[in-house]
Structures are given as structure tokens and as C-alpha cells.
């Protein structure tokens, strides 16, 4: 019986410590959703405003018999993708999801090169067939120069592939994240009814600069989608982990207090069966 309940104390301790470690991991993460949505929804706007006036621009380019790769794509063989993942896990199955999804896409495409952010997409690729072009670790706060640093990465690829695509998770909610495949080049245009501009210096280079301006803020705007996904999964993840400890808690600690007890009526009988056969003997 003596065993039993130190089995259960050491059981009961062990849980407690691991609770306050997810209750506090649920504290952080809660505090990083409100700071990286602030951030994400400042930040949504742009490239979509952006790609509208792009649009309109291909719109008239096309008109006036003018192509370029950012609107028809390269000749370049193979593809090019971007996997966004997390550093650390504790996050439910936001980290298998985003891996599956990039699996999927490799085993569809064929000479696709990588480009991949986040510790436990490098560990889940770094084995298999496929090239890594680049690899980046600890992006904890996603910034403009994270941004441009992956931008030139693109960039740079998109002259020997054919297209460059992008799997993250999307923030829709503070329950609901979403795995998408999204292409960036060539840039995923709206059709519009072509207008007349006035262009400054000239076609080529305004569009180059938009384009390489659009690819910029597009890839801002999917490290803080990541992010934000990423905390909201982990909150997810650590306030239910903090329910389990205390449903467990609460019925371990009614076994020890049954437990107790049985030991307290077990020593109880024992004094009372001394006492009668002191009695006897007197």
C-alpha cells in the first residue's frame, strides 16, 4: 500500500510540472497571436492591391504585344517551391501537415528545387531525393529583411525553373489554420480590360520593379501567416494539453485519497485487533 501511494504522489507531481509547463507555453503563445496578427493584418492589403494593379498592367502590356516572365513565365525546366514550417514543434499538427502538403507537390512535380524555412521541414527533407536550394532557421518574428533575404532566393531561381510555388498555413481564424499551395511566378494575375498609361521610365523596367515589389510584400505576408498559424496551433495545442493534465490530475488524486484511506482503515484495524488481544491476555 506504502508503494502504491508513492506511485501515485511521484505520478501527481510529474503531471502538475508538466501542466504549468503547457499553461505557461499556452501564455506565451496567446501573447504572440495578438502580437503577429496585429502585424499580418497590417500587412495583407498591399500585395493584393498590388497584384490588382499589376493586372491591369499585363492588361495593357499584352494589348501592346509586350511579354514578360513575370506574367507568362520563363523557359526554364523543373519547378521551384517554398516550404514555410516552424522551428520548434508543441504546435498539434500544423508541422505534419505543412510536410505532407510539400510531399504531395514533389511527388506531383518532378526536378522541383527547395527553398525552406523552419527546423522541422530542413529534418523532414534533408534526407529524401530533393535539391535544397537554401534553408533558413529561427525566423521568430518574420520582418522586411527576412522578407527580401527569401525574395532573392525566388528571384534568382525563377531564371532556371519554369514556375516557383509556396506551401504555408494560412491564419483564417483563432481556430482555424489552413495548409495552402500557392503559386508566386509567374505572378497569378486577374483578367482586366486593358487601359491606356502613361509609363515613366519605360515598360520593361516599371514592371520589373513592380513585380520584384509585389514578390517582396507576398512573401512578408506568408512568414507572418506561418507565424501567426504557428502560435494559434500551439495555443490550440497547449490549452489542450492543459485540460488532459487537469482531468488526470483530478482522478489520480481521488485514487490517492482512496488509496489513503484503505491505508488509514488498514492501520485502524490493526490497533483495534492489538487492543482486543491485549484485552484477551488480560
Request: contains cysteine; hydrophobic residues 40%.
Amino acid at each position: 500500500m506504502a508503494a502504491r501511494l508513492r506511485q501515485l504522489r511521484r505520478r501527481i507531481r510529474n503531471i502538475q510540472r508538466i501542466r504549468q509547463i503547457a499553461k505557461a507555453m499556452h501564455t506565451i503563445a496567446s501573447s504572440q497571436v495578438i502580437l503577429r496578427k496585429r502585424e499580418l493584418l497590417s500587412a495583407r492589403p498591399f500585395p493584393e492591391e498590388m497584384r490588382l494593379i499589376l493586372s491591369e498592367l499585363a492588361s495593357w502590356a499584352r494589348a501592346n504585344f509586350y511579354i514578360h516572365p513575370f506574367f507568362a513565365g520563363n523557359k526554364g525546366q523543373g519547378y521551384g517551391l517554398l516550404v514555410v514550417n516552424a522551428d520548434r514543434g508543441l504546435c498539434g499538427r500544423y508541422v505534419d501537415e505543412v510536410n505532407h502538403a510539400a510531399l504531395r507537390f514533389l511527388r506531383d512535380h518532378e526536378n522541383t528545387q527547395l527553398v525552406v524555412l523552419g527546423d522541422k521541414a530542413i529534418r523532414f527533407f534533408r534526407h529524401g531525393p530533393w535539391t535544397m536550394r537554401k534553408t533558413y532557421r529561427r525566423v521568430e518574428r518574420p520582418t522586411l529583411a527576412h522578407a527580401q533575404e527569401i525574395q532573392g532566393q525566388l528571384l534568382s531561381l525563377y531564371h532556371e525553373v519554369s514556375e516557383i510555388h509556396a506551401i504555408y498555413t494560412e491564419f483564417k481564424g483563432e481556430l482555424v489554420q489552413r495548409v495552402r499551395v500557392e503559386r508566386l511566378l509567374p505572378i497569378p494575375l486577374q483578367e482586366t480590360t486593358p487601359r491606356e498609361f502613361f509609363v515613366e521610365p519605360d515598360l520593361p523596367t516599371l514592371i520589373e520593379e513592380l513585380g520584384q515589389t509585389w514578390l517582396l510584400g507576398k512573401v512578408h505576408q506568408i512568414l507572418l501567416e506561418a507565424k501567426t498559424a504557428e502560435h494559434a496551433a500551439r495555443r490550440q495545442a497547449m490549452k489542450a494539453a492543459t485540460d488532459n493534465a487537469d482531468e488526470l490530475l483530478q482522478k489520480l488524486t481521488i485514487q490517492y485519497n482512496k488509496a489513503r484511506q484503505q491505508r488509514i482503515t488498514l492501520e485502524l484495524m490493526d490497533i483495534l485487533g492489538g487492543a482486543e488481544a491485549i484485552k484477551e491476555e488480560l
